[in-house]
């Protein structure tokens, strides 16, 4: 296992499209989080499962956002209706859990909606 | 609202030189404190983490946290241009643990 894995690297789109977006995270982490970061930002929290239950939504997830976490394994996250400012790296993050471990980050996703 | 603030930068420092990064929060729950590095184009890498006050260092790096103060920091001993990056400080309260960033300080290591 070398760590977490997105798929694809580069998604572009046209506006109103969807589009989904695969993580598997280390096979140890049992909780898995999805991040958005734009340029010049840091990331911001999106979702976060534990095992397969999705625990916590940010309010920046909006009703075209949906993500799973089918058997607790890989995760995917997508996008419906997709708009300009959907534009950014998406990130996913998984860790072993405990407030001491550090999140391990997959390389990201970067989607351009034109 | 849990607010992380970090200097944007860019931190400019000579090759060999000290480099200081500073981050504060507002969430005095706050119990766990991370600090990534993030080369431009690539993913944050995480190189530390604190959840005491005090000093806690690896190799050239020294994360320092004052709850009392709110703050933490990361300082980079004989700084090296390979060390060019944004570094991202989080912050993560009890519960679900989930770390909220600050937008980073961008580093720059000149010869």
């Known amino acids: 296992d070398t760590g977490v894995s997105q798929n694809p690297r580069h998604k572009i789109t046209k506006r109103g499209q969807n589009v989904t977006f695969r993580c598997d995270p280390i096979s140890e982490h049992n909780r898995l989080y999805w991040y958005r970061q734009t340029l010049g930002q840091g990331p911001e929290f999106l979702t976060y499962f534990q095992n397969e239950a999705q625990l916590e939504k940010s309010r920046l997830l909006s009703d075209r956002f949906s993500a799973e976490r089918p058997k607790g394994s890989f995760s995917t996250l997508e996008i419906q209706r997709t708009e300009q400012g959907d534009s950014a790296m998406y990130l996913c993050?998984?860790?072993?859990?405990?407030?001491?471990?550090?999140?391990?980050f997959g390389s990201g996703t970067r989607l351009t909606v034109v | 609202q849990k607010e992380v603030e970090q200097n944007s930068g860019p931190l400019s420092v000579p090759e060999g030189a000290i480099a200081s990064l500073n981050c504060t929060y507002s969430d005095r729950g706050s119990q766990s404190f991370f600090w990534y590095r993030q080369y431009s184009g690539k993913s944050p890498e995480l190189i530390m983490f604190i959840y005491s006050n005090g000093d806690k260092e690896d190799g050239r790096f020294t994360a320092q946290l004052n709850k009392a103060s709110q703050y933490v920091s990361l300082l980079i001993r004989d700084s090296q241009p390979s060390d060019s990056a944004t570094y991202l400080c989080a912050v993560a309260s009890g519960g679900s643990y989930i770390p909220t960033f600050g937008r980073g300080t961008s580093l720059i290591v000149h010869p």
């Open positions: 993050a998984s860790s072993s859990g405990g407030v001491n471990y550090g999140y391990t």
